[in-house]
């Protein structure tokens, strides 16, 4: 059998992949660079327990009221075009609760083998960096919080089986000290979900219209106490830290991550930090 996968993003290449798996041959056109759309710009997590697809009832409403924000999590362009007005149309009518219910069994559906796949890639030889370290929601709004409680809802009654735990205010004192303590907070944590990559964040910074410095988060401790900030041309590289000093072992596990990024670790420098730095 011969395909043509139109699209080299994350879904064009899977598809390709387990298509040639299957004996297929396999042509996939690009027209950019392969995986260099939204499959290069996303958070990477990988969760099945988030299979509720966007188009939900309200949320329509609210992309028009989120349009003049920027920084909108869910940016709408209003452009004076047919097209957009239809897609706008077919989008308001796929938020309806029936619809959006049957999209949420489709994508659990689809999901349920995610993980089993990514490990079949991973015994294939495709190399990537897969955490399974949990994934943790975290609301300073009571009321967000139960809007997410009804999503959870929904998506156990439609087969989700992955575990979620809600946490106070006080158990995320024990277990999640770095959150800042002010006001009420709630969380839900989903200790099966994942994230693809460790850290390749890109740090927008713009001091001067229209040249935007390039600095990317290349690596966060764990427990958030340490981070290292790189830039695409191995130019200068910083590592961070909560404390004044880091422990000697920790600084050189440090230094070997650095030097794995494609850097001389001898030419770091260390800068004081008051008492102990
Ligand atoms: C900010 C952001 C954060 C996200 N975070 C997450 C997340 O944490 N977890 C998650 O699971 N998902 C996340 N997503 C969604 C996820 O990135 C996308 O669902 C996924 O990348 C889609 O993959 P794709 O291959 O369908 O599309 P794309 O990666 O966009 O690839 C499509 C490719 O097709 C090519 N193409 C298009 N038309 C043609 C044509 N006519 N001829 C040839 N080539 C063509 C494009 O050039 C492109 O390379 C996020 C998305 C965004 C924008």
């Avoid at 260099?36 to 949320?59: D, F, K």
């Avoid at 890639?121 to 997410?148: S, T």
């Avoid at 994942?194 to 001067?208: C, L």
């Avoid at 830290?241 to 001389?264: K, N, T």
Wanted: some cysteine; overall charge neutral.
């Amino acid at each position: 059998m011969k395909v043509v996968v139109v699209g080299g993003g994350v879904i064009g290449l899977a598809c390709a992949w387990f298509l040639r798996e299957g004996g297929a041959e396999v042509v996939v056109l690009e027209r950019d660079g392969a995986g260099m759309a939204a499959s290069r710009g996303n958070a990477g997590w990988i969760t099945p327990g988030l299979s509720n697809p966007l188009p939900s009832p309200g949320v329509t409403l609210q992309a028009l009221r989120w349009m003049l924000r920027s920084d909108s999590p869910f940016l709408l362009r209003p452009r004076l075009d047919p097209d957009f007005a239809a897609w706008l149309w077919r989008f308001w009518r796929s938020s309806a609760r029936p619809r959006y219910l049957f999209g949420m069994q489709a994508m659990l559906a689809l999901n349920a083998r995610t993980f089993e796949l990514y490990d079949r890639l991973v015994a294939d030889g495709v190399e990537f960096e897969m955490h399974k370290g949990g994934l943790l929601f975290l609301f300073l709004d009571e009321g967000a919080a139960e809007e997410e409680a009804a999503v959870l809802e929904d998506l156990r009654r439609y087969g989700y089986s992955g575990e979620v735990r809600r946490l106070t205010t006080n158990d995320l004192d024990e277990t999640q000290p770095v959150f800042s303590p002010d006001g009420s907070r709630v969380a839900f944590w989903f200790p099966s979900e994942g994230k693809r990559g460790s850290a390749n964040a890109i740090w927008e910074q713009q001091y001067v219209w229209p040249f935007r410095a390039d600095y990317r988060i290349s690596y966060v401790a764990d427990d958030y106490s340490a981070v290292i900030v790189t830039r695409l041309k191995r130019d200068y590289v910083w590592i961070m830290a909560r404390q004044r000093s880091i422990p000697e072992a920790e600084l050189r596990r440090l230094a070997d991550f650095v030097a794995a990024q494609g850097y001389d670790p001898n030419l770091l420098k260390r800068m004081p930090h008051g008492a102990g730095g």
